[in-house]
Protein backbone atom coordinates (compact mmCIF):
# COMPACT_ATOMS: atom_id res chain seq x y z
CA UNK A 1 0.00 0.00 0.00
CA UNK A 2 1.37 3.62 -0.63
CA UNK A 3 0.89 6.29 1.15
CA UNK A 4 -0.37 9.47 -0.23
CA UNK A 5 1.00 11.05 2.24
CA UNK A 6 4.51 10.18 2.51
CA UNK A 7 7.21 12.57 0.42
CA UNK A 8 8.33 10.85 -2.47
CA UNK A 9 11.95 10.10 -3.17
CA UNK A 10 14.32 9.34 -5.88
CA UNK A 11 17.66 8.19 -4.68
CA UNK A 12 20.48 9.17 -7.29
CA UNK A 13 23.30 7.20 -6.29
CA UNK A 14 23.19 4.00 -4.08
CA UNK A 15 26.57 3.33 -3.45
CA UNK A 16 27.90 3.32 0.57
CA UNK A 17 25.71 5.82 1.27
CA UNK A 18 22.24 3.98 0.12
CA UNK A 19 22.64 4.08 4.26
CA UNK A 20 20.91 7.16 3.68
CA UNK A 21 17.75 6.16 1.50
CA UNK A 22 17.49 3.75 4.43
CA UNK A 23 17.09 5.67 7.02
CA UNK A 24 14.36 7.98 4.82
CA UNK A 25 12.55 4.69 3.61
CA UNK A 26 9.79 5.16 6.12
CA UNK A 27 5.96 3.95 4.27
CA UNK A 28 3.17 5.01 5.55
CA UNK A 29 5.53 7.13 8.04
CA UNK A 30 6.00 10.59 6.16
CA UNK A 31 8.29 9.46 2.80
CA UNK A 32 9.83 6.80 1.19
CA UNK A 33 11.91 6.18 -1.83
CA UNK A 34 9.68 5.78 -5.01
CA UNK A 35 12.53 5.91 -7.65
CA UNK A 36 16.22 5.15 -7.89
CA UNK A 37 19.15 6.30 -10.27
CA UNK A 38 22.50 4.71 -10.34
CA UNK A 39 24.95 4.29 -13.33
CA UNK A 40 25.94 0.89 -11.74
CA UNK A 41 23.32 -2.11 -12.74
CA UNK A 42 24.64 -3.83 -10.01
CA UNK A 43 23.92 -1.32 -7.40
CA UNK A 44 20.87 -0.37 -8.91
CA UNK A 45 19.15 -3.94 -8.91
CA UNK A 46 20.42 -4.33 -5.28
CA UNK A 47 18.98 -1.48 -4.32
CA UNK A 48 15.42 -2.06 -6.13
CA UNK A 49 15.14 -5.43 -4.04
CA UNK A 50 16.03 -3.35 -0.90
CA UNK A 51 13.46 -0.75 -0.68
CA UNK A 52 10.91 -2.82 -3.21
CA UNK A 53 11.31 -0.72 -6.13
CA UNK A 54 9.56 -1.58 -9.61
CA UNK A 55 12.05 -2.14 -12.66
CA UNK A 56 9.84 1.06 -14.38
CA UNK A 57 11.56 3.14 -11.90
CA UNK A 58 15.20 2.29 -12.33
CA UNK A 59 17.15 4.70 -14.53
CA UNK A 60 20.49 4.51 -15.14
CA UNK A 61 20.55 8.16 -15.64
CA UNK A 62 19.58 11.23 -13.11
CA UNK A 63 17.56 13.29 -15.99
CA UNK A 64 14.88 10.39 -16.59
CA UNK A 65 14.60 9.94 -12.71
CA UNK A 66 14.07 14.09 -12.42
CA UNK A 67 11.09 13.80 -15.15
CA UNK A 68 8.95 11.67 -12.92
CA UNK A 69 6.07 13.09 -11.48
CA UNK A 70 5.83 10.37 -8.26
CA UNK A 71 9.22 11.83 -7.27
CA UNK A 72 9.17 15.65 -4.71
CA UNK A 73 12.45 15.25 -3.37
CA UNK A 74 15.79 13.90 -4.15
CA UNK A 75 18.99 12.08 -2.08
CA UNK A 76 22.29 12.37 -4.48
CA UNK A 77 24.92 10.82 -2.93
CA UNK A 78 26.67 10.36 -6.25
CA UNK A 79 30.62 10.85 -6.20
CA UNK A 80 32.12 14.54 -5.78
CA UNK A 81 32.62 15.73 -9.35
CA UNK A 82 29.17 15.10 -10.49
CA UNK A 83 27.45 17.01 -7.34
CA UNK A 84 26.66 20.18 -9.22
CA UNK A 85 25.62 18.94 -12.58
CA UNK A 86 23.29 16.78 -10.50
CA UNK A 87 22.06 19.72 -7.73
CA UNK A 88 21.84 22.31 -11.17
CA UNK A 89 19.26 19.65 -13.16
CA UNK A 90 17.85 18.64 -9.73
CA UNK A 91 16.98 22.08 -8.69
CA UNK A 92 15.75 23.24 -12.48
CA UNK A 93 13.20 19.92 -12.45
CA UNK A 94 12.21 21.68 -9.09
CA UNK A 95 12.82 18.87 -6.89
CA UNK A 96 13.69 19.44 -2.98
CA UNK A 97 17.65 18.23 -2.95
CA UNK A 98 19.63 16.48 -0.50
CA UNK A 99 23.00 16.88 -1.59
CA UNK A 100 26.05 14.55 -0.05
CA UNK A 101 28.90 16.65 0.78
CA UNK A 102 30.70 18.43 -0.61
CA UNK A 103 28.73 21.02 -2.40
CA UNK A 104 31.15 20.81 -5.66
CA UNK A 105 34.70 20.45 -6.25
CA UNK A 106 35.34 24.15 -7.62
CA UNK A 107 34.49 26.85 -5.82
CA UNK A 108 32.91 28.44 -9.09
CA UNK A 109 30.35 25.07 -9.69
CA UNK A 110 29.74 25.34 -5.84
CA UNK A 111 28.38 29.61 -6.36
CA UNK A 112 26.60 28.23 -9.58
CA UNK A 113 24.65 25.58 -7.70
CA UNK A 114 23.33 28.56 -4.67
CA UNK A 115 22.79 30.70 -7.92
CA UNK A 116 20.73 28.13 -9.49
CA UNK A 117 18.68 27.48 -5.96
CA UNK A 118 18.07 31.01 -5.20
CA UNK A 119 16.78 31.42 -9.24
CA UNK A 120 14.63 28.44 -8.74
CA UNK A 121 13.30 29.04 -5.19
CA UNK A 122 13.84 24.91 -5.02
CA UNK A 123 14.81 24.03 -1.50
CA UNK A 124 18.93 22.88 -1.32
CA UNK A 125 20.00 21.04 1.85
CA UNK A 126 23.71 19.71 2.32
CA UNK A 127 24.42 16.87 3.98
CA UNK A 128 27.09 18.04 6.47
CA UNK A 129 26.29 14.99 8.63
CA UNK A 130 28.85 15.94 11.61
CA UNK A 131 26.87 18.68 12.38
CA UNK A 132 24.62 16.34 13.99
CA UNK A 133 27.38 14.31 15.56
CA UNK A 134 27.27 13.90 19.37
CA UNK A 135 30.78 15.16 20.09
CA UNK A 136 31.20 17.96 17.47
CA UNK A 137 27.20 19.05 19.23
CA UNK A 138 28.88 18.73 22.43
CA UNK A 139 31.44 20.66 21.58
CA UNK A 140 29.75 23.37 20.38
CA UNK A 141 27.33 23.53 23.44
CA UNK A 142 30.69 24.17 25.96
CA UNK A 143 31.46 27.15 23.53
CA UNK A 144 28.27 28.76 23.49
CA UNK A 145 27.69 28.83 26.81
CA UNK A 146 31.26 30.55 27.36
CA UNK A 147 32.96 27.63 29.25
CA UNK A 148 35.95 28.71 27.02
CA UNK A 149 35.22 32.37 26.47
CA UNK A 150 35.75 33.96 23.10
CA UNK A 151 37.12 30.81 20.85
CA UNK A 152 40.52 32.56 19.62
CA UNK A 153 42.19 29.20 17.70
CA UNK A 154 40.84 25.91 16.71
CA UNK A 155 43.67 22.80 16.00
CA UNK A 156 41.84 19.47 14.18
CA UNK A 157 44.18 16.71 13.85
CA UNK A 158 42.62 13.86 11.67
CA UNK A 159 43.79 10.40 12.12
CA UNK A 160 42.58 8.53 9.00
CA UNK A 161 43.06 4.98 9.75
CA UNK A 162 42.19 2.82 6.97
CA UNK A 163 42.94 5.81 4.24
CA UNK A 164 44.60 3.58 1.86
CA UNK A 165 41.34 1.25 1.24
CA UNK A 166 38.51 4.22 1.17
CA UNK A 167 40.65 6.62 -0.53
CA UNK A 168 42.91 5.29 -2.50
CA UNK A 169 41.47 1.94 -4.06
CA UNK A 170 38.43 3.61 -5.79
CA UNK A 171 37.70 7.63 -7.49
CA UNK A 172 38.67 9.15 -4.59
CA UNK A 173 42.29 9.16 -5.39
CA UNK A 174 41.45 10.86 -9.18
CA UNK A 175 41.76 14.52 -8.34
CA UNK A 176 39.75 15.01 -12.04
CA UNK A 177 36.85 13.38 -9.61
CA UNK A 178 37.97 15.25 -6.24
CA UNK A 179 40.03 18.70 -6.24
CA UNK A 180 41.96 16.79 -3.40
CA UNK A 181 41.07 15.48 0.08
CA UNK A 182 41.00 18.73 1.75
CA UNK A 183 37.77 18.96 0.04
CA UNK A 184 36.77 15.36 0.18
CA UNK A 185 37.53 14.70 3.24
CA UNK A 186 38.19 17.59 5.26
CA UNK A 187 35.04 19.51 4.04
CA UNK A 188 33.41 18.24 6.88
CA UNK A 189 36.08 19.61 9.17
CA UNK A 190 36.78 22.95 7.94
CA UNK A 191 32.74 23.46 8.06
CA UNK A 192 32.59 21.97 11.68
CA UNK A 193 35.57 24.58 12.38
CA UNK A 194 33.69 27.54 10.97
CA UNK A 195 31.03 26.34 12.75
CA UNK A 196 32.97 26.01 16.07
CA UNK A 197 34.62 29.42 15.89
CA UNK A 198 31.39 31.49 14.20
CA UNK A 199 33.35 32.74 11.16
CA UNK A 200 34.77 31.35 7.71
CA UNK A 201 37.83 31.14 6.39
CA UNK A 202 39.40 34.00 4.49
CA UNK A 203 43.07 33.18 3.71
CA UNK A 204 44.64 29.57 3.84
CA UNK A 205 47.69 27.84 2.80
CA UNK A 206 48.86 24.48 3.00
CA UNK A 207 51.11 21.97 2.64
CA UNK A 208 51.03 18.43 1.60
CA UNK A 209 52.48 15.45 -0.18
CA UNK A 210 51.80 11.55 -1.51
CA UNK A 211 54.32 10.22 0.81
CA UNK A 212 53.09 6.43 1.08
CA UNK A 213 49.95 5.38 -1.26
CA UNK A 214 52.11 6.89 -4.37
CA UNK A 215 54.19 4.01 -4.71
CA UNK A 216 52.35 0.68 -3.92
CA UNK A 217 50.87 -1.91 -6.60
CA UNK A 218 48.10 -0.59 -8.40
CA UNK A 219 45.29 -2.80 -10.37
CA UNK A 220 44.13 -2.57 -13.69
CA UNK A 221 42.09 0.25 -15.32
CA UNK A 222 38.05 -1.01 -15.30
CA UNK A 223 38.76 -3.98 -12.64
CA UNK A 224 36.96 -3.94 -9.41
CA UNK A 225 38.65 -3.88 -6.20
CA UNK A 226 39.63 -7.39 -4.82
CA UNK A 227 36.99 -9.37 -3.06
CA UNK A 228 37.41 -7.91 0.69
CA UNK A 229 37.98 -4.77 0.22
CA UNK A 230 36.15 -2.46 3.14
CA UNK A 231 35.68 -5.81 5.06
CA UNK A 232 39.47 -6.71 5.61
CA UNK A 233 42.23 -4.12 6.10
CA UNK A 234 45.89 -4.41 5.18
CA UNK A 235 48.36 -3.76 8.10
CA UNK A 236 50.73 -1.94 7.78
CA UNK A 237 49.94 0.67 4.78
CA UNK A 238 52.64 -0.47 2.70
CA UNK A 239 51.12 -3.64 2.57
CA UNK A 240 48.24 -2.62 1.33
CA UNK A 241 47.67 -3.58 -2.98
CA UNK A 242 45.17 -2.92 -5.47
CA UNK A 243 44.86 0.43 -5.42
CA UNK A 244 43.56 2.66 -7.75
CA UNK A 245 44.88 2.74 -11.00
CA UNK A 246 45.36 6.52 -11.46
CA UNK A 247 46.50 8.42 -7.90
CA UNK A 248 47.30 12.19 -7.63
CA UNK A 249 45.66 13.29 -4.56
CA UNK A 250 47.73 13.76 -1.33
CA UNK A 251 47.92 11.16 1.74
CA UNK A 252 49.63 13.52 4.40
CA UNK A 253 48.06 17.60 4.11
CA UNK A 254 48.19 19.80 6.87
CA UNK A 255 46.07 23.63 6.33
CA UNK A 256 46.56 27.00 8.34
CA UNK A 257 43.13 28.92 8.31
CA UNK A 258 42.57 32.80 9.08
CA UNK A 259 38.63 33.51 9.79
CA UNK A 260 37.04 36.49 9.14
CA UNK A 261 36.16 36.91 12.68
CA UNK A 262 39.97 36.63 13.52
CA UNK A 263 40.33 33.46 14.74
CA UNK A 264 42.82 31.23 13.66
CA UNK A 265 42.90 27.46 12.91
CA UNK A 266 44.57 24.51 11.58
CA UNK A 267 43.64 21.56 10.16
CA UNK A 268 45.92 18.19 9.35
CA UNK A 269 45.14 14.87 8.11
CA UNK A 270 46.92 12.13 7.71
CA UNK A 271 45.81 8.43 5.50
CA UNK A 272 48.10 6.13 6.94
CA UNK A 273 47.42 6.31 11.08
CA UNK A 274 46.82 3.11 12.48
CA UNK A 275 43.85 4.79 14.21
CA UNK A 276 40.69 6.57 12.76
CA UNK A 277 39.38 9.22 14.95
CA UNK A 278 39.64 13.58 15.09
CA UNK A 279 41.16 15.23 17.74
CA UNK A 280 39.61 18.91 18.47
CA UNK A 281 41.03 21.86 20.24
CA UNK A 282 39.72 24.64 20.81
CA UNK A 283 41.50 27.80 22.86
CA UNK A 284 39.26 30.48 23.93
CA UNK A 285 40.04 33.76 25.98
CA UNK A 286 39.11 31.67 29.34
CA UNK A 287 40.20 28.38 28.70
CA UNK A 288 40.42 25.58 26.07
CA UNK A 289 38.76 22.43 25.33
CA UNK A 290 39.79 19.08 24.03
CA UNK A 291 38.05 15.83 22.89
CA UNK A 292 39.25 12.21 24.03
CA UNK A 293 37.29 9.88 21.36
CA UNK A 294 34.55 10.76 19.25
CA UNK A 295 31.98 8.34 19.64
CA UNK A 296 29.73 7.69 22.23
CA UNK A 297 31.06 7.28 25.60
CA UNK A 298 33.85 9.74 24.40
CA UNK A 299 35.52 12.43 26.49
CA UNK A 300 35.45 16.26 26.50
CA UNK A 301 37.33 18.28 28.73
CA UNK A 302 37.53 21.53 30.04
CA UNK A 303 40.04 23.38 31.12
CA UNK A 304 39.29 26.41 33.25
CA UNK A 305 41.86 26.84 35.82
CA UNK A 306 45.52 27.92 35.18
CA UNK A 307 48.39 28.47 34.51
CA UNK A 308 49.60 25.03 35.24
CA UNK A 309 51.97 22.39 34.09
CA UNK A 310 50.44 19.21 32.27
CA UNK A 311 46.91 18.55 34.13
CA UNK A 312 45.18 15.02 33.17
CA UNK A 313 42.30 16.36 35.59
CA UNK A 314 40.23 18.99 33.99
CA UNK A 315 37.96 21.22 35.40
CA UNK A 316 34.55 19.54 33.82
CA UNK A 317 34.03 16.40 31.60
CA UNK A 318 31.58 15.47 29.49
CA UNK A 319 30.75 12.39 28.32
CA UNK A 320 28.85 11.96 24.25
CA UNK A 321 25.60 10.50 24.83
CA UNK A 322 24.59 7.06 23.14
CA UNK A 323 23.18 7.08 19.90
CA UNK A 324 22.29 4.50 17.44
CA UNK A 325 22.80 4.18 13.85
CA UNK A 326 25.45 5.45 11.25
CA UNK A 327 28.04 7.81 11.58
CA UNK A 328 26.80 7.82 15.26
CA UNK A 329 23.02 8.63 14.64
CA UNK A 330 24.08 11.67 12.58
CA UNK A 331 22.57 10.10 9.75
CA UNK A 332 19.28 9.26 11.02
CA UNK A 333 19.43 12.98 12.68
CA UNK A 334 20.18 14.72 9.15
CA UNK A 335 17.75 12.49 6.88
CA UNK A 336 15.11 13.73 9.79
CA UNK A 337 15.75 17.25 9.08
CA UNK A 338 16.10 17.25 5.70
CA UNK A 339 12.80 15.69 5.50
CA UNK A 340 11.23 18.34 7.86
CA UNK A 341 13.11 21.32 5.41
CA UNK A 342 11.68 19.73 2.19
CA UNK A 343 8.03 19.79 3.67
CA UNK A 344 8.15 22.64 5.56
CA UNK A 345 11.37 24.83 4.95
CA UNK A 346 12.72 26.83 8.18
CA UNK A 347 16.22 26.92 9.94
CA UNK A 348 18.24 23.74 9.52
CA UNK A 349 22.14 23.26 11.32
CA UNK A 350 23.67 22.91 8.04
CA UNK A 351 24.07 25.36 5.59
CA UNK A 352 24.39 25.69 1.72
CA UNK A 353 26.80 28.99 2.40
CA UNK A 354 28.81 27.01 4.82
CA UNK A 355 28.77 24.12 2.36
CA UNK A 356 30.28 26.36 -0.10
CA UNK A 357 32.65 28.08 2.13
CA UNK A 358 33.92 24.62 3.41
CA UNK A 359 34.86 23.99 -0.19
CA UNK A 360 36.28 27.10 -0.97
CA UNK A 361 39.28 27.00 1.58
CA UNK A 362 39.76 23.24 1.28
CA UNK A 363 40.16 24.22 -2.72
CA UNK A 364 42.13 27.24 -1.82
CA UNK A 365 44.18 25.36 0.35
CA UNK A 366 44.40 22.57 -2.46
CA UNK A 367 46.17 25.07 -5.02
CA UNK A 368 48.73 26.32 -2.18
CA UNK A 369 49.78 23.11 -1.10
CA UNK A 370 50.37 22.22 -5.03
CA UNK A 371 52.18 25.28 -5.16
CA UNK A 372 54.35 24.69 -2.18
CA UNK A 373 52.19 26.96 0.30
CA UNK A 374 51.39 29.98 -1.24
CA UNK A 375 48.45 31.94 0.60
CA UNK A 376 45.17 32.51 -0.92
CA UNK A 377 42.64 34.69 -0.12
CA UNK A 378 38.67 33.21 -0.36
CA UNK A 379 36.62 35.05 -2.87
CA UNK A 380 33.62 36.13 -1.23
CA UNK A 381 29.94 35.06 -2.07
CA UNK A 382 27.93 37.32 -3.77
CA UNK A 383 25.48 39.36 -0.86
CA UNK A 384 21.99 38.29 -2.81
CA UNK A 385 22.97 34.61 -2.45
CA UNK A 386 24.33 35.22 1.44
CA UNK A 387 20.90 37.38 1.92
CA UNK A 388 18.54 34.59 0.51
CA UNK A 389 20.12 31.75 2.50
CA UNK A 390 20.35 33.70 5.13
CA UNK A 391 16.48 33.87 5.12
CA UNK A 392 16.48 29.86 5.20
CA UNK A 393 15.33 30.26 1.23
CA UNK A 394 12.45 32.17 1.94
CA UNK A 395 12.13 33.94 -1.43
CA UNK A 396 10.85 37.12 0.27
CA UNK A 397 8.07 39.58 -0.79
CA UNK A 398 9.91 40.48 -3.90
CA UNK A 399 9.20 37.53 -5.38
CA UNK A 400 6.05 36.23 -3.49
CA UNK A 401 4.46 39.34 -5.57
CA UNK A 402 5.14 38.86 -9.13
N1 LIG B 1 28.43 12.55 4.85
C1 LIG B 1 29.20 11.49 4.99
O1 LIG B 1 29.49 11.06 6.08
C2 LIG B 1 29.71 10.79 3.76
C3 LIG B 1 30.35 9.56 3.88
C4 LIG B 1 30.78 8.94 2.72
C5 LIG B 1 30.58 9.54 1.49
N2 LIG B 1 29.96 10.74 1.42
C6 LIG B 1 29.71 11.38 0.12
O2 LIG B 1 28.69 10.64 -0.54
C7 LIG B 1 28.94 10.60 -1.94
C8 LIG B 1 28.96 9.15 -2.39
O3 LIG B 1 29.99 8.48 -1.71
P1 LIG B 1 29.99 6.90 -1.61
O4 LIG B 1 31.04 6.54 -0.64
O5 LIG B 1 28.59 6.39 -1.41
O6 LIG B 1 30.50 6.53 -3.08
P2 LIG B 1 30.25 5.16 -3.88
O7 LIG B 1 31.27 5.13 -4.95
O8 LIG B 1 30.15 4.02 -2.94
O9 LIG B 1 28.79 5.37 -4.50
C9 LIG B 1 28.52 6.26 -5.54
C10 LIG B 1 27.43 5.64 -6.39
O10 LIG B 1 27.06 6.58 -7.40
C11 LIG B 1 26.92 5.89 -8.66
N3 LIG B 1 27.12 6.88 -9.71
C12 LIG B 1 28.28 7.40 -10.19
N4 LIG B 1 28.01 8.37 -11.10
C13 LIG B 1 26.67 8.45 -11.19
C14 LIG B 1 25.80 9.28 -11.95
N5 LIG B 1 26.27 10.21 -12.79
N6 LIG B 1 24.47 9.08 -11.81
C15 LIG B 1 23.98 8.15 -10.97
N7 LIG B 1 24.77 7.33 -10.22
C16 LIG B 1 26.10 7.51 -10.32
C17 LIG B 1 27.98 4.80 -8.59
O11 LIG B 1 27.67 3.74 -9.48
C18 LIG B 1 27.90 4.39 -7.12
O12 LIG B 1 26.96 3.35 -6.92
C19 LIG B 1 30.26 11.32 -2.16
O13 LIG B 1 30.02 12.63 -2.61
C20 LIG B 1 30.90 11.36 -0.80
O14 LIG B 1 31.69 12.53 -0.60
C21 LIG B 1 29.50 11.36 2.54
Known amino acids: MTDPYDLRLG ?23 TALCDTDPATLAHSARRFGVEDAALHADHRALLARGDVDAVLVATPDDTHAAIAVDALTAGKAVYLEKPLAITVDDCDEVLRVAARTGTRLYLGHNMRHMGVIRLMRDIIARGDIGAPKTVWVR ?35 IHWLAGGYTERVN ?15 EGTPPAEGWLTEW ?3 PTASTGLHHHIDVEDVSVMNMRLDNGVIAAYQQCHFSPDYWRNYTVIGTHGRLENFGDEEGAVVKVWNRGPSSYREDCDAA ?7 GGHGGADEAIVEEFLRFARHGGPTDTSPVSARMSVAAGYLATLSLREGGVPHTVPPLEPELLDYFARHQDPGPRVRGR
Open 11 to 33: VIGAGQRGILAAAAHRPGRGSRV
Open 158 to 192: HFVGRGGDYYFKDWHADRRRTTGLLIQKAAHDIDV
Open 206 to 220: ALGDLMVYGGLPRRA
Open 234 to 236: PWP
Open 318 to 324: YTVPPAE
